[in-house]
């Protein structure tokens, strides 16, 4: 049910999405989405937990394998990009979220939050042992997320500078931002 929900929010949008939708591609009824998600909210909150701790836990286990430093910021841009070839509805929710405001971008953010103190965390000692060239660890954190959310996930976008979203394209995507945070972090050094 949350993956045909997903689906359904990040193609038509909260406002255009049905449980009877819903309930007619996952084989359900619709009495059976509001058993267990109570309303149409709840169904949306539940897919944006889902959605929120999925980008944790794939972006967290990207830090773990990787050495501090510049092969931490690679690893989290790789695990970004394959996640978001491998589920680019997910990405996509993440980012239209924003748009439907309090309480469901605090939902996420307060699932995602942890990772982003992290993250800054880490970028931050990166500087104070001179891994990294001094900046705003949050504006370059931010400058990551919007570049693969925005861009990987904004088929308009895309298609304006006459690409499609594929593994090869994710692949130049994902060099080009590695190129951009290599500059932003270590040319100076």
Request: proline share 2%; with cysteine; aromatic share 6%.
């Amino acid at each position: 049910m949350i993956e045909a929900a997903s689906a359904a929010f990040v193609d038509r949008g909260f406002a255009g999405t049905s449980l009877d939708g819903v309930a007619r591609a996952t084989g359900v009824t619709k009495q059976t989405i509001l058993y267990h998600f109570q309303s149409k909210n709840g169904l949306l909150e539940a897919v944006l937990s889902e959605a929120a701790q999925t980008l944790r836990y794939e972006l967290d286990a990207a830090v773990a394998s990787a050495s501090p430093g510049w092969d931490q910021v690679e690893a989290v841009v790789r695990s970004a990009f394959a996640l978001a070839v491998r589920r680019p509805e997910l990405l996509g929710l993440l980012r239209e979220v924003s748009r439907l405001g309090s309480p469901q971008s605090d939902l996420v953010l307060e699932v995602l939050k942890p990772s982003i103190d992290r993250a800054i965390g880490a970028l931050e000692q990166g500087m104070a042992r001179g891994d990294f060239r001094s900046s705003d660890a949050r504006l370059v954190l931010l400058s990551s997320y919007c570049a693969v959310t925005g861009v990987v996930t904004d088929s308009v976008a895309l298609k304006g500078v006459g690409l499609s979203l594929d593994l090869r394209v994710a692949v130049k995507l994902r060099h080009s931002l590695l190129d951009f945070l290599r500059a932003a972090l270590l040319e100076t050094l």
